[in-house]
Structures are given as structure tokens and as C-alpha cells.
């Protein structure tokens, strides 16, 4: 069971807020506005993209690697280490 398990509700929604706010970006560059606020959009967007993943990381530390931790050996050294990479990949992004 994912660790977002208990607030996938919540996680689905933002996702489809963030999806409508690309879509209004799209709507945006059909509608030749100004680049602008295009990219005032665009940085709303990624914002709200990383506050989601921020979220999702924090469920899964709080979840799946506290988890891997209590069982301990391997699992435990391999949850720690994909946790790292993703941190790693959001730090980059």
C-alpha cells in the first residue's frame, strides 16, 4: 500500500488543479497573451507540481521508509538509498 494511501483524495485534486492550470497555459499560447504572464503561469504551475511532490516524499519517508527501517537490512538500505535518489531528482529540477 502506497504511503499517499490515506490522502489520495487530497493528492488528486491538486494533481487536477495543476492539470487545469496547464491547460490554461495552453489556452494562454492559443490565445497569444503576453509572454509574460505566460510564464508567470508556468512558474505557478511548476510550484504547485513541487509542493505536490514535496508532500508526496514527505508521506513516503513518513510510510514506506520508517517501515523499511523498523524491518532493517536490505529492504531498509534500499528504501534509504530511492529515497536519497528522489531527493536527488527534486533538489536537480
Known sequence: ???????????????????????????????????????????????????FALGLLDEHMAHCVVDAARTGGAEQDAKLREASDAIARLVRS
Open 1 to 51: 500500500m502506497p504511503g499517499y494511501a490515506n490522502s489520495k483524495d487530497d493528492q488528486l485534486k491538486r494533481l487536477r488543479r495543476v492539470e487545469g492550470q496547464v491547460r490554461g497555459i495552453a489556452r494562454m499560447v492559443e490565445d497569444d497573451k503576453y509572454c509574460i504572464d505566460v510564464l508567470t503561469q508556468v512558474s505557478a504551475a511548476t510550484k504547485a507540481l513541487q509542493s
